[in-house]
């Protein structure tokens, strides 16, 4: 071989070599991939498992302290207490309903009766037993009196004489422990309205 034939093959070794280092082998779909070892798997594996356990430690929540519960009547603020019959009337010793509480002050024994078409107002409805002074005032425009009886009869236990508007009058009436029915004893004035009750105690 010549030295021209050298220079030749020399030269064209020259220029296939950049070629050659530009389809040498790519990464793609068909270039073969190396696949992990069986440490490297188990090694992602223990991993991954390790920070699911840490993260479901976060989510759930700390389970409570059990307490024992309360019963249902003091969580209601109720409890066993005596039972009474409703249809029962009161106990021995307990006060009636009209009847004053120990260490109460007594019902003061004063009570005027405006009469008035057609009406009779108490300045009070409870006064105290013994002698009450009761006072009839005129306060409408026709005569009136005033009659006190007990309550379900027309049993006069005290008379008001008739006294013209403008006027009063006054008396003292022993009353015992109870009901009475005050009302006006002329023609009609008690079926217009003219009557009403006091209570005594």
């Not at 106990?91 to 009847?99: C, H, L, T």
């Not at 109460?104 to 078409?117: G, K, L, W």
């Not at 300045?123 to 005569?143: I, K, M, W």
Request: glycine share 10%; proline share 12%.
């Amino acid at each position: 071989m010549t030295l021209r034939a050298v220079a030749v093959a020399t030269a064209l070794a020259a220029l296939a070599l950049p070629s050659l280092a530009a389809a040498g082998p790519r990464s793609g779909a068909g270039a073969p991939t190396a696949k992990p070892s069986a440490a490297k798997a188990g090694k992602h594996a223990a991993r991954r498992h390790c920070r699911q356990r840490a993260r479901c430690a976060r989510v759930l929540p700390r389970p409570r302290r059990l307490t024992a519960r309360r019963p249902l009547e003091r969580m209601l603020g109720v409890g066993p207490g005596p039972v009474t019959d409703p249809g029962a009337g009161p106990a021995p010793g307990s006060d009636s309903p009209d009847a004053p509480s120990p260490g109460a002050p007594a019902p003061p024994r004063f009570v005027s009766v405006a009469a008035r078409e057609f009406s009779l107002t108490l300045s009070r409805p409870l006064v105290g037993t013994g002698a009450v002074t009761v006072e009839l005032r005129n306060s409408g425009e026709d005569p009136h009196n005033l009659v006190v009886s007990p309550e379900g009869t027309h049993s006069p236990l005290a008379t008001f004489s008739e006294i013209d508007p403008g006027t009063y009058e006054r008396r003292s009436v022993s009353l015992a422990p109870g009901r009475y029915q005050l009302w006006c004893s002329l023609e009609f004035h008690e079926g217009l309205g003219m009557s009403t009750t006091l209570r005594v105690q």
